[in-house]
């Protein structure tokens, strides 16, 4: 009696150490890529739809370490398998000589810096891109308005845009702008400025985004990939660069990839589906560049 009881005590006790074991084993995952539908996918799975892109639209939250090492990544693979052109929101267009001499090692990167108004998340997550972009021979398309005419906008609407010279109407989408107040994207920005903004508040992210799809398109070459790297807003719902980019190129293949954050990565949240063609969901507790 005595010798059963202890085996059915050992039993019991061999069960919960099990059973702890096993909850503190289950895979803690960092992020999981989920289709349009919500659905789980792979990375090679992504990829492959990538593979038949011309533009793949990579929306990234700033300072998500998971976003840039995945930017990397793919952009690392797409070289490897034909041609490929960078972009990216993170420069601006009146800053592209200096980008392209860096690039090219015809300035050293303490002179790229103080003339380039890099983003001060730059080394961490930007400099890999650049760099694998100038050891390989790529170019670097600065994609972005210069931020101080985005602000005039935001201060005083489309029309101060005609008062620019014509070289500074170069760096920026060609006049006039076509806007749709009516897309979500942008209606949502004025709820979430609670009405403070005014409705040049998303007029300055419009010419933001015309602009970046205008110098998307102008350097866009047959039989070459262009990668661009936006915060997810830009392109998330299809909307923002997408939607302007349709309008210039309607007939190409476009990919757009999102990242959102959530308290748990193994199903995808009811507000984030459709939000593009991929979605990398991350574990909010993830660490951030800054």
Known sequence: MHSFYNM?????????IFLSLNIYSQNKLAYQI???KGKKTSYNKMMKSISHANVILFGEIHNNPITHWLQYEVSLDLLNNGDLKFGAEMFEADNQNE?????????DFETFDSVARLWSNYKTDYAPLVELA???DKEFIATNIPRRYASLVYRKGFEVLYTLSEKEKSWIAPLPIEYDPELPGYKNMLTMM?????????????????????????NLVKNQKFIHFNGTYHS???EGILWYLKKLKPNLNYVTIATVLQSQVNKLDEENLSKADFIICVDENMTTTY
């Open 194 to 218: 609670g009405g403070h903004g005014g409705e040049n508040f998303p007029k300055a992210q419009a010419i933001k985004d015309a602009t970046m799809a205008y110098f998307i398109s102008v």
């Open 134 to 136: 100038k050891s390989n």
């Open 8 to 16: 059915k005590k050992s039993t019991f006790t061999l069960i919960l």
């Open 236 to 238: 998330d719902n299809y």
């Open 99 to 107: 980008l392209n001499l860096y690039l090219k090692d015809r300035i």
């Open 34 to 36: 989920f289709n349009s």
